[in-house]
């Protein structure tokens, strides 16, 4: 039997744990090693495992090749016996193909599931999800999940990924750079995305999140590598933190109608006493005016104290939120390759969806929203400038009209 699989892979061995999810970006060699480690193990001894997808038409749209290549490539055509419909072994172990949406009652009632592999998971509903848990209830029996991340709020990333995982639960980011067969096509056609579209280069090969959504709240950015020119003016905004939420320090600059973002701060679990050496990170950041949450103003008087005089609490008032984002939709956003949190940020930052109608909602959801915030507080001065010189220009057209 010649099996050949990354390192990473252990953990479709490992019997002990009832979840394994394997996310990331295309070309991973997720799906090849699930399938491998699928016919090995049921080759050992007899297993039943269905193998699901939310949407599956036809046995076509199922990962029975996958599997049917896997037999061949281990050289276990003598022991597996493949139909149009299923793979049976000699030891008595069956591969099932189910689609859930359309099937969902018919999947409940199979009994003495010892493993289901639910591919392209991403795509699952909740329904799906809550239905196959108490399903798959032999003892000692397996859920393996595998994806590509799509956006936050999928139902497989709050299993999963957003909130706590289950018990006995190993889930792994799996990525092109852990595929020993990544073949020199993928690689090209990854370099040509890299170069031509970032953000599709970062959710397509390295399993980020997609911004391409209608809920996303910015999606006029973009990620490069730029020099920052000398004596340019700088904009610092800083968010707060507290045990689970990280400490943030944005700066930018603008050029016009562009605005970039060069440097980063954060640090979650960050202490008030530790703050100005967190915020003196960003070189000569103690020297620029820096605009923060207003909502502490024990810890921005802290700061003054120690070596961060020129930090000052944002201006809250009604809509002000509303208008900072709006604000900033109208730039277009740089933002360096360094930095990756206020990346992740943007490419999260969400207004929420009507759970009975999957209508996008203009409520904003604050999860993980803490360096956008301070991007916000960043530009603050400039927003109320411009709001300002508006009001002005009105104010004097309205005298001119009538006078």
């Known amino acids: 039997m010649n099996v050949d699989l990354p390192d990473w892979a252990e953990c479709l061995f490992d019997e002990s744990l009832r979840y394994i999810g394997l996310r990331g970006g295309r ?6 090693s699930i399938a491998t480690a699928l016919v090995v193990r049921g080759k050992d001894k007899p297993l039943r495992i269905l193998c699901g997808r939310e949407i599956q038409k036809s046995i076509k749209d199922s990962v029975k090749r996958l599997l049917d290549d896997s037999i061949k490539r281990c050289g276990l055509e ?97 990525n092109h750079d852990q595929n020993p067969w990544f073949p020199i096509e ?69 050029e016009g109608r562009k605005l970039f973002i060069d440097h980063e701060a954060y640090e979650i679990g960050c202490e008030t006493v530790d703050m100005p050496y967190m915020i003196m990170t960003i070189e000569e950041s103690e020297n620029w005016p820096i605009t923060g949450d207003s909502s502490r103003p024990e810890t921005i008087s802290h700061l003054r104290r120690n070596g961060i005089p020129k930090v000052r609490p944002s201006i809250k008032g009604p809509n002000s939120v509303e208008e900072g984002i709006k604000f900033l939709q109208g730039y277009d956003i740089i933002v360096h390759e360094r930095c990756v949190g206020i990346i992740d940020n943007l490419t999260t930052y969400s207004y929420k969806v009507n759970p009975k109608t999957d209508e996008v909602t203009t409520l904003i959801d604050h999860k993980g929203s803490d360096g956008c915030d301070a991007l916000r507080y960043a530009i603050e001065l400039v927003r109320r400038t411009s709001k300002k010189k508006k009001t002005t220009i009105v104010q004097a057209n309205t005298v001119s009209r009538w006078s």
């Not at 070309?27 to 090849?32: N, P, V």
């Not at 189910?98 to 592999?117: A, P, Q």
């Not at 999140?209 to 003016?233: A, G, H, L, M, Q």
């Open 27 to 32: 070309g991973s060699g997720k799906s090849r």
């Open 78 to 174: 003598d022991h597996y016996e493949s139909t149009d419909t299923e793979i049976r072994g000699k030891n008595g172990t069956l591969f099932i193909f189910s689609g859930l949406r359309s099937n969902i009652d018919s999947v409940k009632s199979i009994e003495g599931i010892d493993i289901f592999w639910g591919e392209e998971s991403q795509t699952f509903s909740k329904l799906s999800l809550e239905t196959l848990k108490p399903t798959i209830r032999k003892t000692g029996s397996q859920l393996i999940f595998s994806w590509n991340p799509r956006f936050a709020d999928d139902p497989i990333e709050d299993l999963l990924v957003i909130n706590e995982p289950p018990p006995r639960s190993k889930i792994l980011l799996v």
């Open 186 to 254: 993928l690689q090209e056609e990854m370099e040509a995305d890299k170069a031509r579209n970032f953000e599709t280069y970062l959710w397509i090969w390295q399993g980020h999140y997609s911004k391409n959504s209608e809920k996303r709240i910015y999606k006029n950015w973009r990620v490069e590598k730029f020099d920052t020119p000398k004596d340019t003016f700088f904009y610092f905004g800083l968010d707060f933190g507290f045990s689970q939420d990280p400490t943030v320090l944005i700066r930018c600059f603008i």
